[in-house]
Structures are given as C-alpha cells and as structure tokens.
C-alpha cells in the first residue's frame, strides 16, 4: 500500500485496526441474530419479550468481549444497550449490520425473504455517528439467480459501498447460499451448486464494493465428497476474493466449524465473524447456572478459536499497510484528507 492510499484511506485503516488483534486476525461474536436468537426461548416468538432478549444478549457480550476484537451487534436488542450499559469495553470494536431480514419461516428455505433491504431508518451514517467500525451486510445468493435479480442485489450493494467509503467505514458482505425446492445438500450434485455459487458471490460482491468478504465455508465437509475438495474450493475462494475474508459459521456445531476454520485459515482467511457454533449452548430459558456454563463455554470457543487462527493464518491478504509505506508519508499529508 503506498503512501497517498494510507492517506487517502486512515479512517477505514484504523476502523480495520479496532476489529483485529495486534496480529492482524479479526476475531468476532456474532450476536445480531434476530428471530433465530428469539426461536431458543420459545417457537411461539410471541411469548419471548424485548427484555428477555436484551438481558440474554447482554450477559453473552460481557462474557465473550475480553475473548473477541470485536462484537457484531444488532441495533433493537444489543448495541445501544451494550455501550450504554458498558457490557462492551471500548477496547473492543463494534459491527452492526445493515439489512433488514424479513421473517419468513414458512416460505423461506433460510427463515427469510431472499430479497435485500436495508433496515429503515438505520445506515452506514449512524453507524459511522455513533463509533461503530464496520457495517455488515447480508445478500441472498446464488450464482444461477436471474440476471435482473442479480443486477438489482449488486446495485444495491454498490450504492452502499460507495456510501461507507465516502465514510472510511469498512463494509463487511456475507452473500448466503439458498436451497431450492427439492434441493438437499445430500446430493453431491446440490454440493457442487452451492460450491460454485459461495465462490462467484466471493468474486461478485467483492468487486461491488466489500472491504471485507464473510464466508460461507464453501464445501459440507461433513461428508466425504464436501471433504475431499475442501482445501481447493477454499483456495478458489480466496483467490476469487482477491483481499481479506473470513469465516462465519453457518449454523455448523464449533467442532465443525474449528474444522473449517483450520482449512480456511491455510487458504487464506484472516479471521472469524461466528455466531451459534460459539454462543448457542447460553441462550434459551436456562437456570442461571446453565447460562453461565454457556458462558464459560462461548468465551473456551473463542480462546480457541484465536489459537487455530495463530497456528494455521497465512495472512496473505490483509488491509494493513506495511511500515515501509509509513514511512514515505510527508509532513503535508494532513491538507488535502477529506476535501472535495
């Protein structure tokens, strides 16, 4: 990175600094699941209050932020609430997401409409105005979608991209595989769809605009035609990439997903943005001292978690600027920063 682009680039530079450790991993709990966090208490989310999810969430941030570079938090039950309330130090970075999931369970092979919406009344702004360092978006994808489907997503992201950029807030995507009708990830077939698919929206969505890419791992490797071509397929998607990614965990178990973390960090994965896998076993109407066992548990995860990270991350592609490029900034970087 030369030095007019680490100029031209401090704010997303040090955003991306906030969210990583001192080794350059970016090590995150996922904790902005909306209905999926709620259906834990009770199927009937009716029955499941505000408050009952705030205190929840609450008690998992205070847990696992000493054990995480940031925490990725949603803005009805969680970030407010935990900067508020100090749950979450201010040596720990902040990520919300921008979208708005539509609950869809009964329609929905995901749980929600596959269309993208931004959140009404929520943005790269706000997010930037109250201190966060990153905004994450979520796209549903595939790589044999219909054009104009296709088209209006990536135009879509485009817009928000060059929204965060004219902030220097880094923008996070997390394009999300769906099944169709009849579709099971038995099939080898279905596999090698879904394989194609994680890997286009790898290239795609990085080109319109994404700082960071969160992945999907892009083969099941819980079953032997997904394990034989997971270490290529990673590499594909690194390469698709083209810049730094890395891993969320899809819903997988954590010994699953310590499994994917481990190939995806050899191919290239900078780090992790995971939810359930680490926190699951915390949430739901539990006796206090289940909780705090789930607690305990999450923060074990993440510990290691870190300690995959540290042993296989190649670090092959990464928003740090080397010290070499510092040092060519002049002493008259600072009079044109943030003009025009």
């Known amino acids: 990175m030369s030095p007019s682009s680490i ?8 955003r991306v600094a906030r969210i990583s450790d001192a080794d350059g991993w970016i090590r995150v709990a996922a904790i902005d699941h909306p209905e999926s966090y709620r259906v834990l208490f009770d199927e009937d989310l009716s029955a499941v209050s505000h408050d009952e999810v705030v205190e929840s969430k609450l008690e998992l941030i205070e847990a696992m932020a000493p054990h995480s570079t940031a925490l990725l938090l949603d803005p009805a039950t969680s970030l407010a609430q935990a900067v508020a309330g100090g749950a979450l130090p201010g040596d720990v970075g902040l990520i919300s997401g921008l979208e708005d999931l539509y609950h869809a369970p009964d329609t929905s092979p995901t749980g929600f409409d596959l269309e993208l919406r931004l959140k009404p009344g929520w943005g790269p702004a706000k997010l930037a105005a109250i201190g966060c360092d990153a905004a994450k978006l979520v796209i549903f994808h595939r790589h044999d979608d219909p054009d104009d489907l296709q088209e209006r997503h990536h135009g879509i992201v485009s817009e928000v ?69 997971a270490d290529a397929a990673c590499e594909a998607m690194d390469a698709a990439v083209d810049g730094p990614w890395v891993l969320l965990s899809a819903g ?30 915390a949430v739901g109407r539990h006796p206090a001292e289940v909780r705090a066992e789930g607690c305990r548990q999450a923060t074990e995860r993440l510990d290691r978690l870190a300690e995959i990270m540290a042993a296989h991350g190649t670090r092959r592609r990464t928003l740090r600027p080397s010290a070499e490029a510092a040092r060519g900034i002049g002493p008259d970087w600072y009079e044109g920063v943030l003009e025009g």
Do not use: N
């Not at 997988?252 to 076993?281: C, K, S, Y």
């Open 7 to 14: 100029v031209s680039t401090l704010g997303l530079l040090r």
């Open 161 to 229: 991209a060059a929204e965060c950029t004219a902030l220097q807030l880094p923008l996070v995507l997390e394009p999300l595989w769906y099944p169709r009708e009849g579709e099971s990830l038995d099939d080898p077939a279905v596999q090698d769809v879904r394989t194609a698919s994680v890997i286009s929206a790898a290239g795609s969505y990085r080109r319109a605009g994404g700082d960071i890419m969160k992945m999907e791992f892009p083969t099941v490797i819980g079953t032997e035609h997904g394990r034989g071509g």
């Open 252 to 281: 997988v178990t954590f010994e699953g997903f310590a499994q994917q973390l481990e190939i995806g960090a050899r191919a290239g994965a900078i780090g992790f943005m995971a939810g359930r896998a680490i926190w699951g076993d």
